[in-house]
């Protein structure tokens, strides 16, 4: 593990280094609450669009 970090070193990288760890958690964040979106939206999209489709026939009478 000492070769390895002295070969990272010399590359400029540092294993302990915490630079832009929560810039990455905040890009997780979003990219599950994306993924849950999406598959709420797959699940309940006709059911989303009967409602709409109700509200909007409501409307016009």
Do not use: H, K, P
């Not at 000492?2 to 990288?13: D, K, S």
């Not at 599950?32 to 006709?46: C, D, E, S, T």
């Amino acid at each position: 593990m000492r070769a390895l970090r002295t070969v990272l070193r010399r590359f400029g990288i540092e294993l302990t280094s915490e630079r832009g760890q929560g810039m990455v958690e905040y890009a997780l964040i979003l990219v599950l609450i994306a993924v849950v979106v999406i598959v709420v939206l797959i699940v309940l999209g006709n059911q989303v669009q009967n409602v709409f489709c109700n509200i909007s026939g409501a409307m016009g009478q």
